[in-house]
């Protein structure tokens, strides 16, 4: 009897023992061990930006019903690379149930809304990372912002002023946020005056770098025509009539036949006083414009 059970114990070794090398052979592993696995390939495809091996890994790894947590916010990322925002608003969404307080989530999310023409959504978004994780920023994250909100900002700096304090603040569009809190003091007028100059000039387009941020923007060249030709707007009302210059031979460079770009290059051009350029880009329009003619014949 004490032999028989020797015996079988011993089985019951060896064969422990043959699973074990069988293992070691085939490369099995637990689900932990695959788990771990798989966020590394993940992280690794995200590093060589191998997007589309991203999310093929770990579909993978859901098939097999135990997702790595810790990889939604990699796999929201690389939809978003490659262009299926629906399905990266999702998984951004599953994020953020997991982890609420993710700041780069939050921020794919407005990237997102601005990919998507939801323009107010995106800044709706950014002033509420301002706002709410001010402590938790990083300088990168906050330069990141900045980035990404100034076209946007600024386009319509009146209504970001007043509807969107922090991201105001950061762009350096206005008033502080402190400041706007605090009661006013009364100034004299000559005091209130320089004031009212120095916000001027504050408010003012630094057409140069605006042309750059555009130019560099990953849009249609149709919505960076737009984009210039609207910054040129913003500097020819702050009188920077070089700026506008500038912002407009930008767009004319990018699309040479821009009706809106070569109209107001023609009557910016009059107003500097270089008539004849002016003549000559109007007659170069597709269309005949009696309207520009007459403004420069004026």
Known sequence: MKKR?????????????????KRNVKGTMTMAEKKIATIEQIRAHMKKKEYAEVINTFADMLEQGNPPEECFGDVA?????????????????????????????????????????????????????????????????????KRLARLDAQLHSDQTRAAYPHIADLLGLGTSVEAAAAPSPAVPASAASQRVGADLKKKSVDAAAMAAEILSKQIRP?????????????????????????????????????????????????????????IALAAKMRKTDFLLLRALKS
């Not at 020797?6 to 090398?21: I, S, V």
């Not at 990919?115 to 990372?129: C, S, V």
């Open 77 to 145: 990322r690389a939809y978003f690379e490659l262009g299926d925002y629906t399905r990266a608003a999702s998984w951004v969404t599953n994020t953020l149930s997991k982890d609420p307080s993710n700041i780069e989530i939050r921020m794919l999310l407005a990237r997102i809304c601005q990919r998507e023409k939801r323009a107010d959504d995106a800044l709706k978004l950014y002033e509420h990372i301002l706002a709410v994780h001010s402590k938790a920023l990083s300088d990168e994250q906050r330069e990141e912002i």
């Open 5 to 21: 059970k020797q015996n079988r114990a011993e089985r019951t070794r060896r064969k422990r023992a043959r699973r074990e090398e």
């Open 222 to 278: 149709q919505e960076k025509c737009r984009a210039l030709n609207a910054f040129a707007g913003v500097a020819y009302m702050d009188g920077d009539y070089a700026g506008a210059k500038l912002l407009l031979m930008e767009t004319i460079q990018l699309d040479p036949g821009n009706i809106d770009a070569l109209r107001n290059m023609a009557l910016l051009l009059h107003e500097m006083g270089d008539h004849e350029k002016a």
